[in-house]
């Protein structure tokens, strides 16, 4: 089971960026997927969430209108579309798959927003 996490790095206030995280070894199409992050000395949160067909999506307060997740279930990859991103959204992404007692972590990806 592989899940490779992209597309983080430096962004200055109100910038963009688009997290992909790209899936193997496992039945993608049939898991729940979500995107997390960890800043330093903070605890691991939720960022977004959604089911397996893509119908339904969760999004954390801190990050609700700003964010939006999608996947592709041709492609075995989850996207976070993350806009007007502030200082606070530094973190260490990472994606999530989850089916009734099998979860599996991605490695992380560095979000820096800085000017």
């Known amino acids: 089971v592989q899940l490779v996490e992209s597309g983080g790095g430096l962004v200055q206030p109100g910038g963009s960026l688009r997290l992909s995280c790209a899936t193997s070894g496992f039945t993608f199409s049939t898991y729940a997927m979500s995107w997390h992050r960890q800043a330093p000395g903070k605890a691991r949160e939720l960022v977004a969430s959604?089911?397996?067909?893509?119908?339904?999506?969760n999004y954390a307060d801190s990050m609700k209108g700003r964010v939006s997740i999608s996947r592709d279930n041709a492609k075995n990859t989850v996207y976070l579309q993350m806009n007007n991103l502030n200082p606070e959204d530094t973190a260490v992404y990472y994606c999530?798959?989850?089916?009734?007692?099998?979860?599996?972590w991605g490695q992380g990806t560095q979000v820096t927003v800085s000017s």
């Open positions: 999530k798959a989850a089916r009734f007692f099998n979860t599996y």
């Open positions: 959604i089911g397996s067909t893509g119908g339904i999506t």
